[in-house]
């Protein structure tokens, strides 16, 4: 009866206003999108609306990814394991770092508050654009399928980024429909959407991208922010290396054909991907399969949180910086002999603070050098090393080895071995991974796909190492997730806390 109440308020609220659809989309969980009008007719009702809707995906991306997506996501990943420490003084990312982070943290809330939009706002094409096509006959069914595809594709990228963080979470598969005193127990749930094993999420996600993988737009070589065949196969990929639904013989199929059938091939210069000229930055590598692109007038403001503008080098240069490239990844890559990822990776700079370097020989993340970089988020660098992951794990050690070497010839190192165990082999895999994707958002959960030991044996010795690290509350089971925000407990009364919080 208490829950009955709730939301019957809210709809008795709501409904003395109109409803804002720019903060509460029509398919959104939030209680802002309950409405009781009557009509039940759609804000969505033609091609143009689906057209819109399709084109707005991209405009997200390149407005949202930065904060949430990237700055974000680099200090779970980065800073929660060996590659960077958090950079400033700042409280939520100290926390983070340190793994002392609790519900009330302001990122870890805003966060998973942009995923579920996301979520929402791709339902917002997937659930209206067969509905769209059967009324306005100009809308094709090839259109139809591609943009719902590309929308799975968006959709399938915040599911698994979240499920990585929080473990379950909520699954939105529905329009919430106008709420009265007759349905509310059967709409409850649409509005205020509990966990779901992460079964059941892998499940979501293996139904959309084989969608996708179906339907999304070929690889145009010209334009790399587009959500395509490509990256609904190297999503796919990354998803079944993952415990819920692990098979590696998958793993490998699926990167096998991203290697063979689009026609992308390594930068012979690994610089090359985040390199840039006195007029624009470089975009559309054959290596990129999926970037967020901006050019010099649309410009990002993400470069400003890890380094300099290199077209306007004074710009927001007063501030410490974040995800500061630690002595543990410097000493990785020398002990390597890798100049040429390390050189594209960390810059070294005078500066005016000195948190963790000298002020004149100051040490940057370097992989958004410009306002007008690309964010890289899929690359065929990180797909041929997720496929010597696979065979490591499946035996296959030579395989491995031999895609492992493929990399280190393109960085100008010597090729390693074929190591003895198939535990050496994983451990091989792992630490190219480290010097090729470094500040591309994988550190920490590929350390944790491999056990909690394997994770927590580094989470937990770099204080020990090196006492710029912040002291670290010990790495577990319970820790390896984010705590469900607070705000959203309070606002969904059927999530339950994550454990160990």
């Given amino acids: 009866m208490k829950r009955i109440y709730r939301i019957l308020m809210i709809a008795s609220v709501v409904s003395l206003a109109s409803c804002n659809l720019d903060l509460y989309p029509e398919t959104g969980y939030n209680e802002g999108n309950v409405n009781v009008e009557e009509s039940t007719e759609s804000q969505y009702n033609t091609r143009e609306d689906m057209k819109g809707l399709r084109d707005a995906i991209y405009q997200s991306w390149a407005k949202g990814v930065q904060e949430y997506g990237y700055q974000d996501f680099l200090i779970y990943s980065e800073c929660r394991a060996d590659n960077a420490y958090c950079g400033t003084n700042t409280a939520e990312i100290m926390n983070i770092e340190a793994n002392k982070q609790d519900g009330s943290n302001p990122n870890v809330e805003r966060d998973w508050g942009y995923y579920l939009q996301q979520m929402s706002n791709a339902n917002n094409i997937i659930l209206n654009v067969d509905r769209v096509m059967q009324q306005d006959p100009t809308l094709t069914q090839a259109e139809a399928n591609e943009w719902s595809a590309e929308a799975r594709c968006w959709k399938a990228w915040a599911l698994f980024q979240m499920s990585r963080l929080w473990g379950p979470v909520p ?92 026609g992308f091939e390594l930068c012979e210069d690994y610089g090359e991907m985040w390199s840039y000229d006195e007029n624009d930055a470089i975009r559309n590598t054959k290596e990129s399969i999926f970037e967020v692109q901006w050019t010099k007038a649309s410009g990002n403001w993400v470069w400003m949180m890890f380094h300099r503008n290199a077209y306007s080098p004074a710009d927001s240069y007063t501030w410490a910086k974040w995800v500061t490239p630690s002595r543990n990844l410097i000493k990785a890559y020398d002990k390597a002999g ?9 810059i070294i700079d005078a500066c005016p603070w000195s948190n963790y370097y000298p002020a004149e020989e100051y040490a940057f993340m370097h992989k958004v050098p410009t306002n007008a970089s690309s964010i890289i988020l899929m690359r065929l660098g990180e797909i041929k090393l997720l496929h010597a992951e696979a065979l490591a794990c499946t035996g296959d050690l030579a395989g491995a080895t031999a895609l492992v070497n493929e990399i280190r010839e393109r960085a100008g190192i010597k090729p390693i071995q074929q190591p003895a165990s198939q535990e050496d082999m994983i451990t091989a895999v792992l630490d190219e991974r480290r010097l090729e994707l470094a500040f591309e958002g994988h550190r920490f959960f590929d350390l944790v796909r491999h056990g909690l030991d394997r994770a927590k044996a580094v989470h937990d010795s770099m204080n020990a190492e090196d006492s710029y690290w912040l002291p670290r509350f010990p790495l577990s089971e319970d820790t390896i997730l984010m705590p469900v925000p607070q705000s959203a407990l309070e606002d969904n009364p059927t999530l339950v806390q994550n454990p160990g919080y």
């Fill in 171 to 262: 699954v939105i598969n529905t329009i919430p429909p106008a709420i009265t005193s007759e349905n509310v127990e059967e709409v409850y749930f649409e509005y205020f959407p509990p966990q779901e094993t992460l079964e059941t999420v892998y499940t979501q996600l293996v139904e959309d991208l084989t969608f996708a993988i179906q339907y999304a737009p070929d690889v145009d070589p010209s334009d790399k922010f587009k959500f395509t065949k490509a990256f609904a196969k190297g999503l796919l990929a990354r998803i079944y290396a993952e415990a819920p639904i692990r098979d590696w013989n998958k793993v490998a199929e699926l990167c096998t054909s991203i290697e063979n059938d689009y």
């Fill in 338 to 346: 890798d100049t040429e990822r390390k050189n594209a990776s960390i």
